[in-house]
């Protein structure tokens, strides 16, 4: 979700009620050479033969001087040491990378905006090290192609840690995000996003993970999100492109105690707290096989997300294959259309274990407003095989399930309370309080980083989804 402090991004007129509005797009342009006749660009990635890797500090003193003499097929292999620095790059198909994760450090002291910022460039690969203390973002692709960022720790960050925009095709692996007002891990405003995030560690941020209109062959597997104020919480909303959010696939997370009380976090993290894997408007998603324990609200739950003054109105079903490319000329009403609420629907929950939820372990809800408006009858999310121990409505796997006909029931017995989430709110944190989050431990570090290949990364791997099994719950 969105920053309200950074107001740059698109439509910073909306009052979102489930949302904080506008985070930072950079728009910056780059000379990398004109497009050949067959349509590849000029600035492919160089052959292994000429293939330079470039030494910080030996050859040059600085990540950022490194960066500007590379060429597309080139290595920034960076020394130990801490940068105090705030690196652009605008030369595709580079590899940046740390020969220590935990001693390789840019550091921007409380001062500058991005530790590592990739601007509209493709191929752009970072590894093996640290960024702290920036007053916006650790390392962040926005307008990229074929990113990938692995054994990356962010923390102390002022807006998000390890942070994809308006990015397609990546990957984010073997990472650390901790300390971020909003969220640990972001990938937003894409689809299809063909995007993987696996094996990453997301604690004390505003949300673990957040994910704005974004979806579509994207996956976040086999990763844990602890301590944050709120888990997992991919949402809609129409101050960002590319509406709704949809088809994710969350699967084989750990994703428990997300009750930060007294970390950094955005409005939006507030409202969202207490609750471990949080549907807020996103469509078709597909939870399943995931660990999620110890929360003050829900374990898991399909929630509306009302936006005053949106902007536009979800678009028709038989558009939402659109691609985001089709989609952003579109046009928009002039003036706002006033509120709109992004139901959660079409989402499958299935062989998740919950438990130790203060409001219920899972739950499935939404707001009428006018008559024929979506109820929660109407959602068409649906679950199965899940372990838990409440649900709301009750019985809930009775009510919706994903193979068959339900029951018959009736959906307000044991109805969600909204306005839980809407009126009891912790207090607002003060701004600077990600400053003085925890720092992490020493986190493992690439494997032979000093020598380890770097070739053209083409996009990430789609992984096996049916193999991933409920993780065990962690001593």
Known sequence: MSNPSASRRRLGRAAVVLAALATVVVGCSKDDGADKADGT?????????????????????????????????????????????????????????????????????????????????????????????YV?????????????????????????????????????????GSGSPDAGFYIGQCFECDAVIDNVVSEYNGLGYSGTNSGGELYIINSTFRNNRAGVVPNAGSYELCYPGRANTIVGNVVHDNNYMDGPGIDVSLMAQGNGILLAGSINNIVERNLVYNHDRTGIAAVPFPEEDASDTPPPADELDRPCSETLD??????????????????????????????????????????????????????????????????????????????????????????????????????????????????????????????????????????????????
């Open 330 to 475: 579109d046009e928009i009403p002039e003036e706002p259309v006033g509120t709109v609420i992004w139901s959660a629907t079409g989402n499958r929950f299935v062989g998740n274990v919950v438990e130790n939820s203060g409001m219920a372990d899972m739950a499935s809800s939404t707001i009428a407003l006018a008559e024929g408006d979506l109820t929660t009858k109407d959602l068409n999310n649906c679950f199965s095989g899940n372990t838990f121990a409440t649900t709301s409505p009750t019985d809930l796997e009775a009510l919706a399930p994903c193979d068959g006909t339900g029951n018959g029931g009736d959906f307000e017995a044991g109805a969600f309370d909204l306005l839980k989430l809407i009126a009891e709110q912790p207090a607002k944190p003060d701004k600077e309080s990600y400053r003085t989050t925890p720092v992490p431990p020493a986190q493992e570090s690439m494997p032979d980083a000093a020598t380890a290949p770097h070739p053209r990364f083409e996009g990430p791997v789609k992984p096996d989804v049916a193999a991933i099994k409920v993780p065990a719950k962690p001593a």
């Open 41 to 133: 660009s000029s600035t492919t990635a160089a052959s292994a033969a000429e293939a330079t890797v470039i030494r910080v500090p030996e050859d040059h003193k600085t990540i950022q001087a490194a960066v500007k003499a590379a060429k597309p097929g080139d290595m920034v292999l960076v020394g130990k040491g801490v940068y105090k620095e705030a690196v652009d790059v605008e030369v595709d198909d580079i590899t940046i990378r740390g020969v220590d994760r935990n001693e390789v450090i840019l550091d921007g002291e409380f001062k500058l905006e991005n530790g590592i910022r990739i601007l509209d460039t493709d191929g752009v690969v970072v590894e093996n090290m640290t960024a702290r203390n």
């Open 136 to 176: 916006s973002n650790g390392f962040y692709w926005t307008g990229s192609d074929r990113y990938r960022g692995s054994y990356l720790t962010a923390y102390r960050n002022g807006d998000y840690g390890i942070y994809a925009f308006d990015s397609y095709h990546g990957q984010f692996d073997h990472s650390y």
